[in-house]
């Protein structure tokens, strides 16, 4: 009986993580699309309020100051895509890493960006909210 006990809460526990990964990677698609539309309000659902963001050559930002500036139009992106993606839920804390590529324009300039990067999810209220982005240069 114990056996079986303990068989369904594996089942179950695995459920979970599987349809928690899944809605991380979807959350993730939603991230990358919002990027390449220019389209902020996805975003802005999506980042908790107290959301760090640091990526390379810019200050660290908060929810506002990122919103503000992805508002701005002054950046507008080509191509943003992510590969490499590595998903692992704690409970109500999740851990996405993976590599960025992307082409950007800014202020007419364009470049492109390869990037490593680690995403903190936390489970909130209503639903999975991005709580840290951290990114940094990844050898091409």
């Known amino acids: 009986m114990s056996l079986l006990i303990a068989t369904a809460l594996v089942a179950v526990l695995f459920q979970s993580s599987s349809a928690d990964t899944e ?11 919002a990027h390449e539309k220019g389209d902020a309000k996805p975003l802005q659902e999506l ?5 760090e963001i640091a990526v390379p050559k810019m200050a660290v930002m908060t929810k506002s100051e990122a919103l503000s500036f992805f508002r701005s139009g002054r950046m507008k992106f080509d191509h943003y895509v992510t590969s490499d993606l590595k998903v692992r839920v704690y409970s109500d804390a999740a851990v996405v890493t993976g590599r960025l590529e992307r082409t950007r324009s800014l202020l007419g300039v364009t470049t492109t960006d390869a990037w490593r990067f680690i995403k903190v999810y936390s489970r ?17």
């Open 124 to 140: 909130q209220s209503r639903g999975w909210r991005v709580v840290a982005f951290h990114a940094s240069d990844a050898p091409r």
């Open 23 to 33: 809605e991380l990677l979807r959350l993730e698609r939603v991230w990358n699309l």
């Open 47 to 51: 980042w908790a309020e107290d959301i």
